[in-house]
């Protein structure tokens, strides 16, 4: 009987994980896991390396290696014969040098991590990545052929994110915003798109992410910030609002066009209307005109809060309407 092997040094519960074991479930039937609920990534990496050290890969179909490739490649030389498929999620090369600008570009270590990165890439049979965009992407960048890259879009779990209507949705129009405040989000450009709003009662902000102390964060009687939420509070607070910020709106950050945000699925999960940065990678989803669906030009700050003022404004029109 054919089986599959994953293996991943993403904590086992992280939903791409969920996600793509659930794919290979239903393709072999019996799937063999690699990997480690350990909270340290050091330790799930022990853990990890000190399994593969002793497979034989050869009783496997397929190996699939989730989250970060890269750290698997000295193993991979364990997979010759077997059907080796990677999710390549991420660049550490654009990840470090372009998006967060750790490393200057062409210098030593931006060579080293361009070079990890083509090398995992053309070492797999197939690579899975999350949009059309990243997969053009990574096949002119990394010199790989196109035809062996496919697009598996994220999900969200919707066994905590869903409508739920026992929550009672705020009386005054509220706008959330959640996000690790990486610098793609363009975390910026909505805190200054609120500056707008100073003493508008007609509209709440909910913002929610780990900002830093020194961030440039306008103090207004409408905006609550909070650092994190746990998933059950967050899905509620996304359930009492009434539009959600998606994103990306880093408009000089490339893989911010490259990328669909998280977030996006979650929003759509929750039936959430929500505004989104326009650019290729989104627009492979969803497209002007769906329900509850906007497109605001990235890093243009004043081009958003003129369309949160719109919907806003619609929203106590409608309001006014159905108790005409």
């Not at 905590?160 to 129009?173: A, G, R």
């Not at 769906?290 to 958003?304: H, K, R, T, V």
Request: with cysteine.
């Amino acid at each position: 009987m054919a089986k599959a092997l994953f293996i991943t040094t993403k904590n086992l519960d992280y939903l791409r994980n969920v996600q793509e074991i659930e794919i290979l479930k239903q393709k072999y039937g019996q799937v063999d896991v690699i990997g480690s609920s350990a909270k340290k990534y050091s330790q799930r990496l022990k853990t990890v390396y000190l399994e593969l050290m002793s497979i034989d890969a050869s009783v496997y179909e397929e190996v699939f290696v989730g989250f970060a490739p890269q750290l698997i490649l000295p193993f991979f030389r364990k997979f010759k014969g077997t059907r080796l498929t990677i999710d390549f999620f991420i660049s550490v090369y654009d990840t470090l040098v372009h998006d967060r600008k750790k490393f200057r570009d062409k210098g030593l270590a931006s060579r080293i991590f361009h070079h990890i990165d083509q090398a995992t890439l053309r070492a797999a049979d197939r690579v899975i990545c999350d949009t059309n965009a990243h997969g053009d992407f990574f096949s002119a960048e990394f010199n790989i052929p196109r035809a062996k890259i496919e697009t598996l879009y994220l999900s969200a779990d919707t066994s905590i994110f869903y409508p739920d209507e026992s929550v009672e949705m705020d009386p005054v129009f509220t706008v959330l915003y959640f996000g690790s405040i990486l610098p793609l989000q363009g975390v910026e450009i909505i805190l200054e798109a609120l500056k707008n709003f100073e003493n508008d009662d007609t509209i709440r902000f909910v913002i929610i992410g780990p900002m830093k102390k020194n961030a440039p964060k306008p103090i207004q009687e409408n905006i609550i910030y909070h650092d994190w939420l746990d998933q059950v509070s967050l899905a509620r607070e996304i359930n009492k609002s009434h539009l959600a910020l998606a994103g990306h709106f880093n408009g000089t950050v490339q893989k911010a066009r490259r990328t669909i945000p998280g977030k996006a699925y979650i929003y759509e999960a929750c039936h959430k209307p929500m505004i989104l940065g326009d650019n290729p990678a989104t627009r492979e989803l969803y497209h002007e005109g769906d329900l509850g669906i906007y497109f605001c030009e990235m890093s243009n700050p004043q081009a958003l809060a003129d369309l949160i003022s719109s919907i806003r404004d619609r929203h106590y029109e409608n309001k006014g309407n159905a108790h005409a």
